[in-house]
């Protein structure tokens, strides 16, 4: 498939901690069938954080979403829990702490990020998601 072709695949996920291993795998699949290698490593390592975040912090279903337009790729974590994210603390200060890495990780390694929050099937939530520019 060319790379100037646009598309989107959802993953809804339960709240599981295995669904983290479930979205990684899926994500890589997705990224190897559109040839896209050259993103696999990174885009596994945020989709894991988000993905993670989702299913350990809040309850309920959640869902993996990647998109790709214009030559970029963008990954987001959809959960049922409408407050927003912890703002990420600075990586060099979360670099020997157990918990909150993870958007921290997602700061220094996407292009850029953010959430937003977002209904689903009358469901409130929010959205958060990083991107990466096919220049990377």
Not at 35 to 43: E, H, K, N, Q
Request: net charge neutral; aromatic share 8%; hydrophobic share 45%.
């Amino acid at each position: 498939m060319p790379e100037n072709e646009s598309w989107e695949y959802t993953l809804y996920i339960p709240n599981d901690l295995r669904a983290v291993t479930v979205s990684r795998r899926t994500l890589r699949l997705i990224l190897t069938m559109h040839g896209l290698i050259r993103f696999v490593d990174v885009a596994e390592l945020l989709g894991a954080e988000l993905v993670s975040n989702a299913v350990r912090h809040t309850k309920g279903p959640a869902a993996l979403r990647v998109r790709w337009l214009a030559g970029v790729l963008r990954i987001g974590a959809w959960d049922a829990d409408p407050a927003p994210p912890e703002p990420p603390v600075p990586f060099e200060r979360s670099a020997d702490a157990e918990e909150g890495r993870g958007l921290a990780l997602v700061r220094a390694c996407s292009d850029v990020w953010g959430w937003q929050p977002l209904a689903r099937d009358g469901n409130r939530g929010k959205y958060v998601w990083c991107e990466l520019t096919s220049a990377a």
